[in-house]
């Protein structure tokens, strides 16, 4: 493939994964990376497409729900599909937890897409929101993209890197989210 055929699909699947979550962009741009170097394809280029495309998409998501996500919430049926009261307790864990979570969510794939929205249905600032997410997405775009251009050799070690990259990834911020609230149940228990 010509390397803009590259750089444009890997724009296209970081930009969708906002949008559908089921849509591997950790993949895509690791392919990318992969194919730096000898295809003509620059793996900082990779880097930069897929963290611009996938951090403008989430913004657009946040700025869409931010829009029109709360009055579809709070209609008939945006109560069916999400009760008032969840709404309330995010909003509670948004206005406590908000620019950490939204950090440490952008590391998981698949959860990541629907923070965004969500900050914008309870009303999160956009600095609140955008800022973690942008950072978070560098950090994990741009270690993905160095550590796959650098050492993955062989296509079929792509996939096997980006899930166990994933894997650990999750496992890490679950365990930061766990000690997180253990820790802030303990604090409220003893206070």
């Known amino acids: 493939m010509p390397a803009a055929a590259i750089y444009l699909v890997v724009a296209l699947l970081a930009a969708v994964?906002?949008?559908?979550?089921?849509?591997?962009?950790?993949?895509?741009?690791?392919?990318?990376?992969?194919l730096a170097g000898p295809g003509g394809v620059s793996a900082p280029v990779i880097f930069l497409i897929t963290w611009v495309c996938n951090v403008a998409s989430a913004a657009v998501m946040y700025l869409l729900a931010r829009r029109v996500g709360r009055p579809f919430v709070e209609s008939r049926t945006g109560q069916r599909l999400l009760r008032p009261e969840a709404v309330a307790?995010?909003?509670?864990?948004?206005d406590r937890y908000g620019t950490w979570s939204i950090f440490f969510s952008r590391f998981i794939p698949g959860v990541r897409a629907v923070v965004p929205p969500f900050a914008g249905i309870v009303g999160l600032s956009a600095p609140r929101a955008l800022l973690p997410a942008a950072a978070a997405s560098a950090i994990w775009y741009g270690t993905l993209t160095y550590l796959v251009s650098r050492y993955v050799d062989e296509l079929h070690d792509v996939a096997r890197f980006?899930?166990?990259?994933?894997?650990?990834?999750?496992?890490g911020v679950g365990s930061i989210l766990g000690l997180i609230l253990v820790t802030a149940l303990v604090w409220r228990r003893t206070k």
């Open 17 to 34: 994964e906002n949008v559908f979550p089921p849509v591997p962009a950790d993949t895509a741009v690791a392919l990318g990376a992969f």
């Open 89 to 94: 307790r995010l909003a509670r864990w948004y």
């Open 162 to 171: 980006v899930d166990r990259v994933s894997g650990w990834t999750l496992a």
